[in-house]
Each structure stands twice: as C-alpha cells, then as structure tokens.
C-alpha cells in the first residue's frame, strides 16, 4: 500500500508564493508518473502540473511561468512551487502518482487559499 503525504498549503496575499511537497511511501513501489491536480468549489478537478512517465514536464496553460514542477531522484517526493499567485489559484491541490505497474495514488489535498 503507498500513501501520499501533502504539506505546504495554506493562505496567502495575491502575488504570494508557495510550496507544496508530497511525499510517498510504502513497500514495493516504483513511480512512474507524477503530477499535481486541483479542484476549486463547484469545479473538476483539474491537472495543473506533471511528469510524465518519460519525464517530460507538462503545464495547463494558465499557470505556466508561475509554477514549477520538481521531484527528489528516489522518485518519492514530488514539490510543486507556486509563484505570483493569484485568487483564481484558490483551490484544493491533490498530488497524484502513477506506478509502473498502473497503480494510481492521491494525496489527501491541501488547501490553497489566495486572499487580500
């Protein structure tokens, strides 16, 4: 069984920045994909940042130049930085992971909240 772990949301003025982690663990897993998805009240969830199984790095347009996705080298941890951050950016962010084997993981989310 894997677990996700988030940590780093919270409130912050319009132009702020934040960081979101989310760590996995768990015995015999090998992630292959990694992403971070959010969902605002009333809203789909939405995917927001990822790598893809070839590492290729993805963005929804709306936040491109503002967040950046990264990860550790164990493949574990995956972080997702969050600047100039605006209203609209409110939301629940949830990370996801993929394993090789087709497994799909969801974080619990973590609130985002972007307010003067």
């Known amino acids: 069984q894997v677990q996700l772990v988030e940590s780093g949301g919270g409130k912050v003025q319009p132009g702020g920045s934040l960081r979101l982690s989310c760590a996995a663990s768990g015995r015999g897993f090998s992630i292959a994909a990694m992403a971070w998805f959010r969902q605002a009240p009333g809203e789909q969830r939405e995917l927001v940042a990822r790598f893809t199984r070839d590492g290729t790095i993805t963005y929804q347009d709306s936040v491109k130049g503002r967040f950046n996705i990264s990860r550790d080298k164990a493949r574990t941890t995956v972080y997702l930085q969050m600047n100039s951050l605006q209203p609209e950016d409110t939301a629940v962010y949830y990370c996801?992971?993929?394993?090789?084997?087709?497994?799909?993981?969801w974080g619990q989310g973590t609130q985002v909240t972007v307010s003067a």
């Open positions: 996801n992971m993929q394993s090789y084997t087709g497994s799909n993981y």
